[in-house]
Antibody, heavy 122, light 109 residues
Framework: QVHLQESGPGLVKPSQTLSLTCSLS??????????WNWIRQRPGKGLEWIGY???????HYSPSLESRLTVSVDTSSNTFSLRLTSVTAADTAVYYC??????????????WGPGTLVTVSS | EIVLTQSPDTLSLSPGERATLSCRAS???????LAWYQQKSGRTPRLLIY???TRATGIPDRFSGSGSGTDFTLTITRLEPEDSAVYYC??????????FGQGTQVEIK
């Protein structure tokens, strides 16, 4: 059974860079069967898809975050990461990692990490 | 970007009643590219329905999905107290970005 786990600082200062890692167990990123995604949820708000990375390193980002966002993969450690630059209070959110199948008919999010709260504050 | 609009924002019903949640897409999603998730307070979202009407593993048959094109529905029959949650629809068509609806809060009286 697949397990995803987010990790990273819970507090980031404004204008700095938010960096998170998602560790995967029970599956291999190198299998090429899934897209590996980041999704966030601002306090009291809905879900927002941020972007994904494929095992090849190919990415696709939300247009609203594209200029500040990098999502990368490390197949040797079976992890993928998010890097968001120039953060503001509006980036305060619970950040989830999740997987979506490569099959175009199955690209729903079937497994999620528990989420990690990142607060942007000085 | 495909915009998903859910209605109503909040639904307050008694145990045993039926809940009908709507999700309308700004562009056609065909019959396959729509999922529903349940998120209980403070918890991670859980996949309920994919392909508009297929229940995910372990989801009770009280939950059913229907619809196609731009109009989709999640129906919860015989509501139980544990069904109190926010429900989100999400599209996963090849037209990125993938987006979620704003959510419908289901309250059990």
């Amino acid at each position: 059974q697949v397990h995803l786990q987010e990790s990273g600082p819970g507090l980031v200062k404004p204008s700095q860079t938010l960096s998170l890692t998602c560790s995967l167990s029970g599956d291999s990123i190198s299998s090429g069967n899934y897209y590996w995604n980041w999704i966030r949820q601002r306090p009291g708000k809905g879900l927002e898809w941020i972007g994904y990375v494929f095992h090849t390193g190919a990415t696709h980002y939300s247009p609203s975050l594209e200029s500040r966002l990098t999502v990368s993969v490390d197949t040797s450690s079976n992890t993928f990461s998010l890097r968001l630059t120039s953060v503001t209070a509006a980036d305060t959110a619970v950040y989830y990692c999740a997987r979506a199948a490569f099959d175009p008919f199955s690209r729903y999010f079937d497994s999620w990490g528990p989420g990690t709260l990142v607060t942007v504050s000085s | 970007e495909i915009v998903l609009t859910q209605s109503p924002d909040t639904l307050s019903l008694s145990p045993g009643e039926r809940a009908t949640l709507s999700c309308r897409a700004s562009q056609s999603l065909g019959t396959r590219f729509l999922a529903w998730y349940q998120q209980k307070s403070g918890r991670t979202p859980r996949l309920l329905i994919y392909g508009a009407f297929t229940r995910a593993t372990g989801i009770p048959d009280r939950f059913s999905g229907s619809g196609s094109g731009t109009d989709f529905t999640l129906t919860i029959t015989r509501l139980e107290p544990e069904d109190s949650a926010v429900y989100y629809c999400q599209h996963y068509s090849n037209q990125l970005p993938w987006t979620f609806g704003q959510g419908t809060q289901v309250e059990i009286k």
